[in-house]
């Protein structure tokens, strides 16, 4: 199926299996390599994107279901190559060990902080309850996306 929508404001049309994740097509379609595949079962948030303005997990999306959105990565976060506010308050906070979910913890955080500007730690921790991290313990996270807001 011929699929035709726009990542980080860069439009692309590809021919697609109608069976093809929407994780897959990014990655190896689009060689957009920042979302990770952690469980492929919705659990982990590794592979969060923004589909339409919403948070979604692209492994539980078909590419054909993208055609016609606008699909947000992490790779569209830098400005003008430099890492955005909440980038840079996740590395200055050591919100990262390893880096697996932190496209998905920074898709999420992005969501949160466009939705509301000022979020209480419990805001902040539910809005990144579908992204599982193995490394931090999760503290850090919330006060980089915490720093963020201010
Ligand atoms: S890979 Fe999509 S939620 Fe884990
Ligand atoms: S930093 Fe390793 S999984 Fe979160």
């Not at 979302?35 to 078909?62: E, P, Q």
């Not at 430099?82 to 308050?89: F, I, R, T």
């Not at 949160?112 to 193995?134: F, T, V, W, Y």
Request: net charge negative.
């Amino acid at each position: 199926m011929q699929v035709k929508l726009e990542v980080n404001g860069v439009e692309y049309e590809r021919d697609v299996d109608a069976r093809r994740l929407l994780i897959h097509f990014l990655r190896d379609d689009l060689d957009l390599t920042g979302s990770h595949i952690g469980c492929d079962t919705g659990n982990c948030g590794a592979c969060s994107v923004i589909y339409n303005g919403t948070l979604i997990k692209s492994c539980m999306t078909l590419a054909v279901q993208a055609d016609g959105a606008q699909i947000e990565t992490v790779e569209g976060l830098a400005e003008d190559g430099e890492l955005n506010a909440l980038q840079q308050s996740f590395s200055s906070h050591h919100a990262l060990q390893c880096g697996y979910c932190t496209p998905g913890m920074l898709m999420s955080a992005t969501a949160l902080l466009r939705e509301n500007a000022n979020p209480s730690e419990e805001d902040i921790r539910k809005a990144i309850q579908g992204n599982i991290c193995r490394c931090t313990g999760y503290v850090n996270t919330v006060e980089a996306i915490k720093e963020a807001t201010q």
